[in-house]
T-cell receptor, first 110, second 117 residues
Framework: LAKTTQPISMDSYEGQEVNITCSHN???????ITWYQQFPSQGPRFIIQGYKTKVTNEVASLFIPADRKSSTLSLPRVSLSDTAVYYCLVGDRGDYKLSFGAGTTVTVRA | DTEVTQTPKHLVMGMTNKKSLKCEQHMGHRAMYWYKQKAKKPPELMFV???????INESVPSRFSPECPNSSLLNLHLHALQPEDSALYLC????????????????FGPGTRLTVL
């Protein structure tokens, strides 16, 4: 499983865009990049998954450069309720195993 | 219904007790998982069931015993636990084991907060 590196924490204010970059230098050809969100005392929740270029859904966007050695999760116009831990995971289609890294604690202030 | 339910929400047990955690999903998912999460740490995989058969045991001590009575239900039987086993126990399910989105998207329950005295 490819190792991921994310910032430990990030602070933001309501209405701002938050970008979290994850490094995964040894990503394999078949690996996908997946992001989960976890609120305190809750289970993680799937946000987005991508392989290359850009993926967007109603919650976030995921930007993956051509070399795929990093990826950036973009949360548009955050609110207080977006305060959570965000995990970047890398694994191939056969990976049943979600290996969570340390995650990034995002704190949104009013 | 995209919900995974877990009971109880909280559990306090002594080291000699036997207790069980329950997890249920009605999404027709064929893969179910148990994770353990210590405070301020990421979740760690314990067990994986696929089509009601135990597929993966991540070298978990035998005092934790999983059971999958049917495709919707997953139990974790606890016996002779240690105080260091105190943690949040998370259950998750996915359409299939592995594959790509959406089949591999894992849906997590809220967890059971376990305290071992």
């Amino acid at each position: 499983l490819a190792k991921t590196t994310q910032p430990i924490s990030m602070d933001s204010y309501e209405g701002q865009e938050v970008n979290i970059t994850c490094s995964h230098n040894n990503i394999a050809t078949n690996d996908y990049i997946t992001w989960y969100q976890q609120f305190p005392s809750q289970g993680p929740r799937f946000i987005i998954q991508g392989y290359k270029t850009k993926v967007t859904n109603e919650v976030a966007s995921l930007f993956i450069p051509a070399d795929r050695k990093s990826s950036t999760l973009s949360l548009p116009r955050v609110s207080l309720s977006d305060t959570a831990v965000y995990y970047c995971l890398v694994g191939d289609r056969g990976d049943y195993k979600l290996s969570f890294g340390a995650g990034t604690t995002v704190t949104v202030r009013a | 219904d995209t919900e995974v339910t877990q009971t109880p929400k909280h559990l306090v047990m002594g080291m000699t007790n036997k207790k069980s955690l329950k997890c249920e999903q009605h999404m027709g998912h064929r893969a179910m998982y148990w994770y353990k999460q210590k405070a301020k740490k990421p979740p760690e995989l314990m067990f994986v069931y696929s089509y009601e058969k135990l597929s993966i045991n991540e070298s978990v001590p035998s005092r934790f015993s999983p059971e999958c009575p049917n495709s919707s239900l997953l139990n974790l039987h606890l016996h002779a636990l240690q105080p260091e086993d105190s943690a949040l126990y998370l259950c998750a399910s996915s359409q299939e084991l592995g594959g790509s989105y959406p089949y591999n998207e894992q849906f997590f329950g809220p967890g059971t907060r376990l305290t071992v005295l």
